[in-house]
């Protein structure tokens, strides 16, 4: 098996979810109500008072459910409808994970982007002269957003943290590549 | 890195979406489209008297009806079925890292742990990282290893695939072959919580 298979398939792998937190919880759900429906068939088998309805109770209930739960019926027809619909799309969608792939020679690496962001933050303080508090950094699958809040009185030279932004974004050589954009606010903060 | 079956997890997911959706449709359009009603009404009450006929003509000895029994077997085994399905989740991991059969002399078996503690003390002292673990799994039958390190708040991506890159070819010329790698850097709870990288 040649190593750049068994990479692309950890890149694959690792970017994406396993969506196993929601087929975990799917399954639980579903056997808790087998569960309870086993628990109450055999309560009735051996003759017990049921927990909620027995069986048979229940299929007459289910007979005569438009008389008299016309109105629950279709809230609730509509609240499955639209959770089946989240369900199907969730299983559908690729499932991308905030993370990019960083290229390097030996190891493959893949970086949260929150990672990212916070070093991106940190240069862009350091660059602008102001606390690393005061630098807020959104990234996305291709974009990077700075906003800076500089202190009351002072101002930040916006091309020369752009350009650290830039030069930072070109070093760390990520896949997809992201484009950065920085922005000040209006308003300073005492202090910052 | 697992080998969970996201193939089958998604399939999971689609088949119990489609249920609830229908299901939902079913009951709303019951109560909203009149045609459908009168044909529930019509059909229903029979439907159920069938069935509890064929309860009745199915008795067994106990007085109990095989198809109960039938259905509560059919009940157990779908929830053990979707226990093997849960505890299927995130499996991969191996113990063996190398195994050399081509000396004329014998065997040489290299345990994970060799690479995952030669890795973990070097990473651990270092200080733009808050943590580091490595771990082993098999991917497509090749033991890879996985570096799984939380960076500092503010540390360079770059600078920590370095430093693991360095780590990494110290153990390329320890164990005299490349073993592939994995190095996943994380922020998280533990990075925001710890304090931030002195500038470097």
Redesign the interface.
Same mark, same amino acid.
């Given at each position: 098996?040649s190593?750049q298979?068994?990479?692309s398939?950890?890149i694959h792998?690792?970017t994406?979810s396993?969506?196993?937190t929601?087929?975990?919880t799917?399954?639980?759900i579903?056997?808790l109500l087998?569960?309870y429906?086993?628990a109450e068939?055999?309560l009735s088998?051996i003759g017990q008072p049921s927990l909620l309805a027995s069986p048979?109770d229940m299929?007459?209930a289910?007979?005569n459910?438009?008389n008299y739960l016309?109105?629950v019926?279709?809230a609730?027809?509509?609240?499955?409808?639209?959770?089946?619909?989240?369900?199907?799309i969730?299983?559908?969608k690729p499932g991308r994970r905030p993370r990019h792939v960083?290229d390097?020679?030996?190891?493959?690496?893949?970086?949260?982007d929150?990672?990212?962001?916070?070093?991106l933050?940190?240069?862009a303080s350091?660059e602008g002269n102001i606390d690393?508090d005061n630098a807020r950094v959104s990234v996305s699958r291709r974009r990077a957003v700075v906003r800076l809040t500089p202190a009351s009185g002072t101002s930040i030279g916006v091309p020369a943290v752009d350009r650290v932004v830039t030069e930072?974004l070109e070093?760390?050589?990520l896949r997809p590549t992201i484009r950065s954009k920085v922005v000040v606010d209006e308003r300073g903060k005492v202090g910052a | 890195?697992?080998n969970?079956n996201?193939g089958l997890?998604?399939?999971? #997911?689609?088949v119990?979406?489609?249920? %609830?959706?229908? =299901?939902?449709?079913?009951?709303?359009?019951?109560?909203?489209i009149p045609a459908i009603?009168t044909g529930?009404?019509n059909t229903?009450?029979t439907v159920?008297e069938n069935?509890?006929e064929a309860h009745a003509s199915t008795r067994l000895a106990a007085g109990?009806s095989w198809i109960?029994v039938g259905? #509560?077997a059919v009940?157990?085994m779908? %929830?053990l079925l =979707?226990?093997v399905?849960?505890f299927r989740?995130?499996h991969g991991r191996t113990g063996r890292l190398i195994r050399d059969d081509r000396t004329d002399h014998g065997v040489t078996v290299i345990d994970s742990a060799v690479a995952e503690e030669a890795l973990q003390s070097v990473l651990n002292g270092r200080p733009e990282l808050v943590s580091a673990h490595v771990s082993t799994f098999d991917?497509?039958?090749?033991p890879?290893l996985k570096?799984s390190v939380t960076?500092r708040?503010?540390?360079?991506?770059?600078e920590i695939?370095t430093t693991?890159?360095s780590a990494?070819?110290a153990l390329?010329a320890m164990l005299g072959r490349?073993i592939?790698?994995?190095?996943?850097?994380?922020?998280?709870f533990r990075?925001r919580t710890s304090s931030?990288?002195r500038?470097q």
């Open positions: 098996m190593t298979s068994v990479y398939r950890i792998r690792e994406t396993p969506r196993a929601l087929a975990i799917l399954a639980i579903i056997i087998i569960a429906a086993v068939t055999i088998l048979a299929g007459i289910l007979v459910a438009p016309a109105g019926m279709i609730v027809g509509i609240l499955a409808v639209l959770l089946g619909l989240i369900l199907m969730a299983a559908v960083l390097a020679d030996r190891v493959v690496v893949v970086v949260d929150e990672v990212i962001g916070s070093a933050a940190r240069h350091y690393p930072q070093r760390y050589g | 890195m697992t969970t996201r997890n998604r399939l999971f #997911i689609f119990v979406g489609l249920i %609830v959706f229908i =299901l939902g449709l079913a009951a709303a359009a019951l109560n909203l009603l529930w009404e229903a009450p159920l069935i509890n109990v109960t259905v #509560i009940l157990i779908l %929830v =979707l226990l399905f849960i989740q995130g991917v497509k039958g090749a890879t570096v960076a708040r503010g540390v360079s991506p770059r695939a693991v890159e990494v070819h390329d490349e592939p790698t994995y190095l996943h850097i994380s922020g998280g990075a931030a990288t500038l």
